[in-house]
């Protein structure tokens, strides 16, 4: 199971980062996790890479409502220290980034974790019902708010321009 949990922590770090918006949250989240993955006993009908994702996802729950609850909800992205490179692409991509990832953030918790499996991690529809327990219908609605939402808050006029005054 170690083993298991080795090739899953940057998954998860991903995911943990996807649902926090915080390279420091994220962290504590995935250590928080990974603690709780090997402190307690997996039932045995379970696949860990959707018991773990779920796990991270229940404990991020309970961390944001007590965040709520004292009032301190409210988080900022750090800057992260990469090298960068010089040059308009680096700094279009840079804007890009910073765009999308302030996007996800005004997404709600349950679009913005489905967004982040399917996407980032690239599950399917299916799995994504499985590791979260919800129908897949579910699943296929939130993605599909979540993307509409997603384009309306990056390209506001979009939706606007494609509808002719008094069509």
């Given amino acids: 199971m170690k083993e298991e949990l080795i090739h899953l922590a940057p998954m998860l770090r991903r995911f943990a980062y996807s649902l926090t918006g915080s390279a420091h949250d ?7 996790t990974l603690e709780r993955l090997l402190s ?22 309970d961390e944001y409502r007590a965040r709520k609850i004292r009032q301190r909800n409210a988080y900022s992205l ?9 040059g308009e692409q680096a700094i279009y991509d840079q804007i890009t980034l910073g765009e999308v990832d302030a996007a996800m953030d005004k997404l709600p918790d349950d679009q913005r974790s489905i967004m982040a ?3 980032l991690q690239g599950m399917s529809y299916k799995e994504v019902a499985e590791t979260l ?13 979540a993307r509409i939402a997603l384009a309306n808050f990056l390209n506001p006029t979009s939706m606007t321009s494609s509808v002719k005054p008094g069509a």
């Fill in 133 to 145: 327990g919800i129908p897949a219908g579910t699943v296929m609605s939130r993605l599909a708010r």
């Fill in 78 to 86: 750090e800057e992260t220290e990469e090298p960068s490179v010089d």
């Fill in 117 to 119: 499996l399917v996407a």
């Fill in 40 to 61: 307690r006993d997996i039932p045995a009908d379970v696949e860990l890479a959707k018991w773990a994702f779920r796990v991270c996802r229940n404990i991020w729950i």
């Fill in 26 to 32: 994220a962290d504590d989240l995935l250590q928080n």
